[in-house]
């Protein structure tokens, strides 16, 4: 009979719910389409890379479906409760291994309960209860002077032995010894001893603390993977911990935190490789920013890319610095180096029409000043270089032509000017008569409906991107192979950003505030009177424009 799972409803997606030891035990029988992850890296996500490297077990650095079903068949098979996973720990009880040579070497170390750190000071004791060197038969620093000296004084000796029957005359500068040549042999001869009983001892130790180490392998294995496997399971087989609300329980793939524009990211992932960002990224319909990352304490750099899914976005452009916290808190200053612009509220979608129009006219006005701008500096330098350049006499006999006023131009000029007033004026005279036939609360709501029919198209936009936003395009760029959606919606979109919030100040006195509250008061009262004289002159089927000019 198959087993049978629990599922659940999260993220855009139904999942699978690990809940028991028992769906551990069976995970080989989980159908591959129901799995939320393919295959993810072997190597930088916030598992230890140790454990990453025991489940890779092909080592080829991608961690894949069948390795994690082989990893939670070895698990379940050296345990009897694989239930005891869930708890995340680096402990075992002795009375809860299956293989009892296992189990017997876990006794050496603790006959209770035994823990990654109790195992490792275990074996680092084997190594130094290793059997001590024989002792040195001279100073170190006299068998180093030898050791230096050997080939040398050995000449020295045979030389003194060609002297004494007359083959041979030693020169002035040969180094001499100091010693005889059978105390300079038995010198040599119990340097020569030590160094090999002291290999020999080198070389059993080094046997002792690698058959250890073969001895506790398993175990070790064992102690990491009840650790860390149930993290990676929560984060492959389902997105849990991604959307568990509590943002101190992160994803593997979240690398950390971002401070800036009074806001923290919490999304922020590592970039493998940009060219595949750039490529699917914007797939995602999430606003996001690319960061490089630079420590200075630790020398090191990093490129993230972060989702901004609450706020304002104007002051989020190239070039803005923040700050980045990876998950061990160390700190890096971060630099945006690309913008990718999607929607992050209705409210921030509400005005994007008229942002991206004011946008449009400073950036025509911009364009057309310094059009006019560098057309004046041409004109300016090609009539000085032509003067420069003009014969002295011709200066003073030349006379200076004035073109002849074109009648029949400026009447073309002056004609289109009249009519395009005249349209203007028919339209505010029409849009006067429309408007006096209305009561007042009609106005507001044709007003309300002109503001619907500018940002109507880009709020309906923002609504469908909102709730269709989906981390799978990033993480599919950088390395990972998503089998299912992962939706941010807005609601849980809100809890991946913090926005500052300020307390309320009454009764406190701000400064330099008196002014400008003058300033806005001022024209507070202009806007209500102006809109009180349009409204009347339209009330009364009279273009406000001619209201004016009387």
Known sequence: ???????????????????????????????????????????????????????????????????????????????????????????????????????????????????????????????????????????????????????????????????????????????????????????????????????????????????????????????????????????????????NKDINDKAIFQAGKLVIDQRICHLCVCVNDMAKQDAQASQSGMFLIYCDCVSRKQAKTMKIVTAVTIGEIKNLREGKNAVFYDRQGNDYDATITKVIDNPISIQQAFWSPYRKFAQWVTDLINKSASEKNDKAFADMTANAEAKLNQPADAAVDAPEKKSAFDIAKFAGIFAAIGMALGYIGAFLTDLAKGVSSMQWWQLILAIVGILLVISGPAMILAAIKLRRRNLAPILNANGWAINADSIVNIPFGATLTEQVQYPLLSGQKKPLSKCAKWWIAIAVIVAVVLLVVVFLALKNGQCPIQLFCK
């Not at 591959?32 to 454990?51: H, N, R």
């Not at 189990?103 to 290793?130: M, R, W």
């Not at 010198?187 to 046997?207: C, F, L, R, T």
Request: proline content about 3%.
């Open 1 to 243: 009979m198959a087993y049978t799972f629990n599922y659940e409803h999260i993220g855009g997606a139904t999942r699978v719910k690990l809940q028991t030891g028992e769906d551990i035990r069976h995970l080989g029988e989980l159908d591959q389409k129901k799995w939320t992850v393919l295959s993810c890296p072997a190597s930088g996500l916030e598992i230890s890379d140790e454990s990453l490297k025991l489940m890779d077990l092909d080592a080829d650095g991608q961690l894949r479906v069948n390795e994690v079903i082989r990893t939670a068949d070895w698990l379940c098979a050296n345990l009897k409760d694989p239930n005891t996973l869930f708890a995340g720990e680096a402990k075992v009880k002795v009375a809860d291994l299956v293989d009892e040579a296992l189990a017997a070497t876990a006794a050496k170390v603790d006959p209770e309960s035994i823990t990654l750190e109790q195992l490792d000071a275990f074996v680092a004791a084997i190594e130094v209860a290793a059997d001590a060197a024989p002792e040195a038969p001279y100073a170190a620093d006299v068998m180093a002077a030898y050791k230096a000296k050997k080939d040398e004084y050995t000449a020295y000796f045979e030389q003194e032995k060609l002297q004494k029957i007359g083959l041979a005359v030693i020169a002035e500068d040969t180094p001499k010894p100091g010693m005889k040549e059978a105390e300079f042999v038995k010198m040599g001869q119990s340097i020569d001893a030590y160094e090999a009983a002291a290999a020999a001892v080198a070389e059993k130790n080094a046997a002792a603390v690698a058959a250890a180490k073969d001895e506790f392998t398993p175990l070790r294995k064992l102690l990491l993977l009840s650790r860390d496997f149930i993290t990676l399971l929560r984060n492959f087989v389902t997105l849990e911990i991604f959307y």
